[in-house]
Nanobody, 122 residues
Framework: VQLQASGGGLVQAGGSLRLSCVTS????????MGWFRQAPGKEREFVAS????????SYAYSLKGRVTISRDNAENTVYLQMNSLKPEDTAVYYC????????????????WGQGTQVTVSS
């Protein structure tokens, strides 16, 4: 199983990024998908998750309204659109796959990608 995250980079505050996570080796439509992030010196935290069908989603309260998670089951890909980025959004962003519905807890996720760096300058 592989989860390949991409789309990170350096962006100015107020800018936008769209992260992608392409998966292989698993039946993508059978997994809920999530995004987490980890800033230096901090624990990995939940960002957003989406159900197998894409009908249901969940967001971290602090990010709600600025991020949108979506998925394309035909392309085995999950996305994270991030707008109005702030310097405190700087982190490595990870995608993950869960056999549960729309989980927010890290321990509900079975597979993890390698992460993509997002850096927001002020």
């Amino acid at each position: 199983v592989q989860l390949q995250a991409s789309g990170g980079g350096l962006v100015q505050a107020g800018g936008s990024l769209r992260l992608s996570c392409v998966t292989s080796g698993l039946t993508f439509s059978a997994y809920g998908m999530g995004w987490f992030r980890q800033a230096p010196g901090k624990e990995r935290e939940f960002v957003a998750s989406i159900s197998r069908s894409g009908v249901s989603d969940s967001y971290a309260y602090s990010l709600k309204g600025r991020v949108t998670i979506s998925r394309d089951n035909a392309e085995n890909t999950v996305y994270l659109q991030m707008n109005s980025l702030k310097p405190e959004d700087t982190a490595v962003y990870y995608c993950a796959a869960s056999e549960a519905g729309v989980p927010t807890a890290r321990n509900r996720y079975k597979y993890w990608g390698q992460g993509t760096q997002v850096t927001v300058s002020s």
